[in-house]
């Protein structure tokens, strides 16, 4: 089983900038893609930015030019460097892994930061 741990939430004045990291443990484990969703009240769950093992990126419109994801396979964490946070962007965060499986893949699920941006 595989366990994702963010940290980094935090309360931050809009313009201001957060890191937040998410570190996988387990044993005997390989992820694939990893990424960072959000979830604001009333609203459903979106993707933030998902990275490859590879290194490919994708973003989430809103987040482009802002958000930078990255990953260190060697430590098994992934982090999103947010820049020029916006009053919009309060949600709680999650991480995603797709942790490989011999049947495929299986997602995981950390319990969420909150990020919180005051105007």
């Known amino acids: 089983q595989v366990q994702l741990v963010e940290s980094g939430g935090g309360l931050v004045q809009a313009g201001g900038s957060l890191r937040l990291s998410c570190a996988a443990s387990?044993?005997?484990?390989?992820?694939?893609?990893m990424g960072w969703y959000r979830q604001a009240p009333g609203k459903q769950r979106e993707l933030v930015a998902s990275?490859?093992?590879?290194?490919?990126?994708n973003y989430g419109d809103s987040v482009k030019d802002r958000f930078t994801i990255s990953r260190d396979n060697a430590k098994n964490t992934m982090y999103l460097q947010m820049n020029s946070l916006r009053p919009e962007d309060t949600a709680v965060y999650y991480c995603?892994?797709?942790?490989?499986?011999?049947?495929?893949?299986?997602?995981?699920w950390g319990q969420g930061t909150q990020v919180t941006v005051s105007s």
């Open positions: 990275i490859t093992s590879g290194g490919a990126i």
């Open positions: 387990g044993s005997s484990f390989s992820i694939n893609a």
């Open positions: 995603n892994a797709a942790v490989v499986r011999s049947y495929g893949y299986l997602a995981a």
